[in-house]
């Protein structure tokens, strides 16, 4: 018998974009077959083929029974699409899966979860929904509660929830569905860190202790890393790259997190806000990919922003990895009502904010940026975009630990280091 | 490796519904978990609750009673005209119930569908089995009415069944034809609570076929008139002919919309989710 347990053979899926919306209502439909009737002014083909979109193009790939795959790729390259059509919610347009097993999908935490009613009466419908026989709850009902945390709460509609405690009730749900295929879409996004390691718990538990098989997707690049046997990588809706975990990561990162284009550019301003960035600098380079010889030295920060309303403005920068995990939050201190907060009236201004990182080893590290007024809102912020090339060969400090993989960084510590006799032999 | 079960399961275009009627089967459950959860939900944070079910029935009986015996003078035929409304106004509530909410279930369950996979065919059933929990409240209330009224219930009750089944087809083969296309177009929104008012007056809910000789072959087209009548022939004894006729009309116009219906879902079942 063979082992593979989901066969995916040239997998595509096309969207017809204009065309959906284009008929929403009767109306429309009605006069576009009016005006494709012939003898009618006809539309250009040209026209209907730029509304078409292939979410996915001839993928194909194989799992064996108890892998972990991880799917990754940027928003848009399909993988959402994969997960639909594995889970059975669209048809794909050509190409053909098997499937050998029973198939559970999580594409969102809380599906179905009606906020009116109570904890109890919650695990039971999403249990349903995801495919349990009432027996089945009924047997898991304790566990279940007792993975979630909510005992105490279980007859409380579940519109009182804080929101950590409706994700942990809806994933402790999900955790203990017994399917012979698991699929999960960015589900631990949602939750706090805690308990999003004990999800990540759970999922390792079911992959390696069952025999499994788990398809994973995430943005978590370490969660992916943790979890995951083998890696895809989709880009534009093809198959970039099967295979090993750390392979598949390390192409992710380098296909254009930066373009060296311009860091303005990867601004993303929040609905409403008086605050606009209009230019960005690093060390006076405007582009985003910065090469910092020695990061002894502070990094400059150079932001101009437009302010169209009264307002109090501060910064704040992270350093985070090439996945995007973060290392070090770089923040001039503020409190409530703390100096380092501007009052601004309309205008245009400069801010300066000089960021002392940590000395960091040879590598390429991404950097966040975040303008806001503390503790109200955020204005702006450049997730993860900025990428410093730190070349740090020239130093001869740390170099004992540079190559172990495990620090990112060091801090030259004031005074020695001393030694004193204690004892004899 | 063999012990656990070797089900395959191919996913290809246009043959997506492989085991389709096996999984409806298999997700039977939800079924009753959706009717439970609508029937739950439907009276949260109402202080009168689930008297809501009763004041509406009762207050149409009242008008159409007015109007219809008061005002229109219209023959009874024996029967005290408040149980004539009353017996119809039971399967047009089921259908208009049932009708109404698998109407805007898909549309209703819309993160539902996009999120996960089951038979769709569940949603719309499961109003269904809202409207019949509905229906067998009223049903309890109507029955001492009608002993009050010294109405005594005959052999013919037991047939009852027979016609809330064929009111729960007909409402499900129009409900399945307007949902799947509110899926696509919102416009049969607007249409479905225009259908159900014309329905309330070509349903004879407020007067008898069996003294209309010249409309009743024209009331026969609509599906709900055989319904009707059958209710009133289980419901109310003696003074009803059994109207057979009509009754065929009922069942075949109720298998053409339930066959076109069902055919119309299959097919654009496989689209919903690209197109919700």
Avoid at chain 1, 155 to 168: F, L, P, Q
Avoid at chain 2, 177 to 194: C, E, G, Q
Wanted: glycine share 8%.
């Amino acid at each position: 018998m063979s082992d593979t347990v989901i066969a995916v053979e040239g997998l595509s899926k096309l969207y017809r974009l204009g065309r959906v919306a284009r008929h929403d209502t009767l109306r429309d439909a009605i006069s576009h077959r009016l005006t494709h009737l012939p003898g009618f002014a006809r539309r250009s083909r040209q026209d209907d083929a730029t509304d078409e979109l292939w979410a996915l193009r001839d993928v194909t790939f194989e799992i064996k029974r108890g892998d972990v795959l991880g799917i990754i790729g940027r928003n848009g390259a399909g993988k959402s699409t994969l997960l639909k059509i594995l889970s059975r919610i669209t048809e794909p347009t050509n190409g053909r899966v098997t499937l050998r097993g029973r198939v559970a999908s999580l594409l969102e935490v809380g599906t179905g979860f009606h906020p009116e009613l109570t904890g109890r009466e919650n695990i039971f419908l999403n249990g349903a929904i995801l495919g349990m026989s009432r027996a089945e709850i009924r047997r898991k009902f304790d566990e279940i509660v007792a993975f979630a945390e909510v005992e105490r709460f279980l007859d409380t509609a579940v519109k009182h929830y804080s929101s950590g405690m409706y994700v942990r009730l809806a994933f402790a749900v999900a955790a203990h569905l017994e399917p012979e295929i698991l699929i999960v879409d960015e589900v631990l996004a949602v939750g706090d860190m805690q308990f999003q390691k004990k999800c990540l718990g759970k999922m390792q538990e079911v992959a390696s202790g069952e025999g499994r098989t788990v398809l994973f997707v995430s943005h978590n690049t370490a969660a992916v890393q943790n979890l995951c046997t083998q890696c895809m990588l989709l880009e534009a809706g093809r198959r970039r790259f099967f295979g090993a975990t750390n392979e598949a990561l390390a192409l992710y990162v380098d296909s254009g997190a930066t373009t060296g284009g311009p860091a303005i550019d990867k601004q993303v301003v929040q609905a409403n806000s008086p605050v606009l960035c209009t230019s960005l600098a690093v060390n006076g380079n405007a582009t985003d990919r910065v090469a910092v010889a020695n990061t002894a030295e502070p990094l400059e920060i150079t932001v101009e922003v437009r302010v169209t309303g009264d307002t109090r403005l501060s910064m704040e920068a992270s350093l985070c990895d090439r996945y995007g995990n973060k290392l070090v939050l770089c923040s001039p201190g503020h409190d409530q009502d703390g100096e380092d907060t501007h009052r601004l009236t309309p205008g245009h201004y400069r801010l300066r904010f000089r960021v002392q990182l940590p000395q960091l080893f040879r590598g390429h590290y991404l950097l966040d940026l975040t303008l806001a007024q503390p503790y109200v809102c955020k204005y702006a912020s450049f997730p993860l975009a900025i990428e410093l090339a730190v070349d740090s060969s020239g130093l001869s400090w740390g170099r004992m630990y540079e190559d172990a993989g495990v620090p990112v960084g060091f801090m030259v510590v004031p005074g020695r280091v001393t030694a004193e006799r204690i004892g004899n032999l | 490796m063999n012990s656990s079960s070797p089900e395959t399961l191919v996913i290809q275009a246009g043959r997506a519904e492989q085991h389709y009627w096996r999984d409806l089967w298999r997700f039977r459950e939800l079924l009753g978990f959706l009717a439970w959860r609508d029937i739950k939900v439907r009276y949260k944070q109402a202080v009168l609750g689930i008297t809501w079910s009763v004041i509406q029935p009762a207050v149409q009986t009242v008008l159409l009673t007015f109007v219809f015996s008061k005002l229109a003078k219209m023959p009874d035929g024996g029967v005290p005209y408040p149980l004539l409304v009353l017996a119809g106004l039971l399967p047009w509530q089921l259908f208009s119930s049932a009708f109404g909410g698998a109407s805007n279930s898909l549309v209703g369950n819309a993160n539902l569908i996009s999120k996960i996979y089951f038979p769709r065919l569940i949603v719309p059933l499961s109003a269904l089995a809202v409207a019949l929990v509905d229906l067998l409240i009223l049903l309890a209330i109507t029955l001492p009415v009608t002993l009050l009224y010294g109405v005594m219930p005959t052999w013919r009750l037991l047939l009852l069944p027979v016609f809330i089944f064929l009111g729960l087809l007909v409402a499900f083969g129009a409900g399945l034809w307007i949902t799947a296309l509110t899926v696509k177009y919102r416009d049969f929104r607007f249409i479905s609570p225009f259908l159900l008012q014309i329905g309330l007056f070509v349903t004879p809910i407020g007067y008898r076929t069996d003294f209309l000789p010249n409309w009743r072959d024209l009331l026969a087209l609509n599906p709900l008139t055989g319904v009707v009548n059958g209710f009133r022939w289980c419901l109310l004894g003696g003074d009803f002919e059994f109207f057979a006729s009509g009754l065929i009309m009922s069942l075949l116009i109720s298998a053409v919309l339930l066959g076109t219906g069902l055919w119309y879902f299959r097919g654009t079942e496989r689209q919903f989710v690209d197109v919700i």
